[in-house]
């Protein structure tokens, strides 16, 4: 399965460490914001692509995406994968404790008229079998 990462700070890093060993296809992907996730993707010799080079074709070749930013930014992008991409893969969300209400209220909405498979996790172990 090819999995993509978008972001390369800290919580990248740790899904990296985690699924790197698993039978899995890892592509980053960057924002170009602070470089963080193409020196990422040099040190663990994984490919690399940035966000503004996504088209719905390519993103939709993906199972899984992992969307590993802050916050304050999170919320911008997802809408991007999944309204103006159409993305319909599974989409985990890092951070959730830290979602904003008003976020919150998209991703609940998100959840009703679409079919991408949405989770919220803190974990960084990807199981597919454990996900719907």
């Not at 890093?13 to 040099?42: M, P, V």
């Not at 159409?86 to 959730?96: A, F, Q, S």
């Not at 909405?109 to 990807?126: A, F, H, M």
Request: net charge neutral; hydrophobic share 40%; aromatic share 10%.
């Amino acid at each position: 399965m090819k999995c993509l990462i978008i972001g390369g700070g800290n919580a990248a890093l740790r899904y990296i460490e985690s699924l790197i060993w698993g039978n899995l296809d890892i592509i980053l992907c960057g924002t170009c914001f602070k470089g963080q996730t193409k020196n990422l993707a040099h040190e663990f010799g994984l490919p690399y692509i940035t966000f503004q080079d996504l088209k719905s074709p390519t993103i939709n070749s993906f199972g899984c995406i992992f969307v590993c930013l802050p916050p304050e930014i999170k919320l911008h992008y997802v809408i991007a994968i999944v309204d103006r991409l159409h993305y319909r893969g599974t989409l985990v969300l890092e951070k959730p404790l830290a979602i904003d209400i008003n976020d919150l209220h998209y991703y609940r909405e998100l959840s009703i008229r679409t079919e991408p498979n949405c989770s919220c996790l803190c974990l960084r172990d990807y199981l597919p079998e454990t996900y719907r």
